[in-house]
């Protein structure tokens, strides 16, 4: 089923559903500050092993980061932070950016890598942030890839639910998506690398 949200009202009705549906270990799709992604409660192994047959990646985590409120609730999840990582975060966030931070025990073992790193993302769009807000936790989240050998992302709500409504609960129609992934950020050991360049320049 399709939601029509808008990104400066969401429907309250709407938003319980979509909440109702994440407590129930549901997989929604939803528009972020880049593009489109499947996102599930962060405490949900079954959801997120729904997202994983849907994408074909028999289990694997590593393309999953975790949608936060604000950089207070990633402070929760992860390791202490170094202050010059802090200000960073803090400018760039909300933002299409992906911070790669070292996990801590808050994290659940369904989603760690052997690495134990989370990326964290705080999208500059109000629809994920009031998902996290009212669910009261962080959600697993994984980007649309689109099957086309040109277009890597699916930019249209339509077009997205006419290709998985029987795979996922809802699809969230917040308006045209982007096509460029959010820029990925290696915060960890005190110091900043570019791992990957998308939409955000830092």
Not at 133 to 142: M, T
């Amino acid at each position: 089923m399709i939601l029509k949200l808008y990104e400066e009202n969401p429907s309250e009705r709407h938003m319980q559903r979509i909440i109702e549906t994440l407590n129930n270990d549901g997989v929604i799709i939803y528009p972020t500050d880049s593009v489109y992604a499947f996102g599930c409660s962060i405490d949900s192994q079954k959801a997120a092993d729904r997202i994983s047959q849907i994408k074909g990646n028999n289990k694997k985590r590593d393309d999953f980061s975790i949608i936060f409120k604000d950089i207070s609730q990633i402070a929760e999840y992860t390791k202490q932070i170094p202050n010059d990582i802090f200000k960073i975060m803090k400018d760039k966030m909300p933002g299409p950016f992906t911070f790669l931070l070292e996990a801590n025990h808050k994290v659940p073992k369904l989603y760690k890598n052997k690495k134990h790193v989370v990326g964290a993302r705080i999208p500059n769009n109000n629809i994920p942030r009031q998902i996290v807000e009212r669910l009261g936790r962080p959600i697993l989240s994984s980007s649309v890839h689109d099957e086309d050998e040109i277009l890597e992302y699916t930019t249209d709500p339509g077009l997205i639910h006419d290709r998985y409504h029987k795979q996922v609960d809802y699809v969230i129609d917040g308006g045209p998506g982007g096509n460029e992934a959010t820029t990925v950020v290696d915060a960890r050991n005190n110091a900043i690398e570019v791992i990957r360049q998308g939409k955000g320049e830092i």
